[in-house]
Nanobody, 120 residues
């Protein structure tokens, strides 16, 4: 079994910063890509940022220049550094990872989500 656990959410004032972390554990052979999605009340879940095993990144237009995704120093971890936060960034943020398990099957996994609230 594979699990993703997020941490680092919370409440911050507009203009502030937060750092989200995601740790994958379990029967992992490799991680092909890790990403962050968010879902605000009444809206669809959207991609925020994604990084591949080759360090290729892509970002939603709304967060370019403000958010930075990276692979963590520890194995099977990733981070999302969020700066210049705006009230419209308020959402539940989910970690997603495309993982090759020990059975060599590639599956997508989701974390439980962490709340980010930006007050004006």
């Amino acid at each position: 079994q594979v699990q993703l656990v997020e941490s680092g959410g919370g409440e911050v004032q507009a203009g502030g910063s937060l750092r989200l972390s995601c740790a994958a554990s379990g029967s992992i052979r490799s991680i092909n890509a890790m990403g962050w999605y968010r879902q605000a009340p009444g809206k669809q879940r959207e991609l925020v940022a994604r990084i591949t095993s080759g360090d290729s990144t892509n970002y939603a237009d709304s967060v370019k220049g403000r958010f930075t995704i990276s692979r963590g120093n520890a194995k099977n971890t990733g981070n999302l550094q969020m700066s210049s936060l705006k009230p419209e960034d308020t959402a539940v943020y989910y970690c997603n990872a495309e993982i090759k398990a020990m059975d060599n099957m590639i599956r997508a996994y989701w974390g439980q989500g962490t709340q980010v609230t930006v007050s004006s």
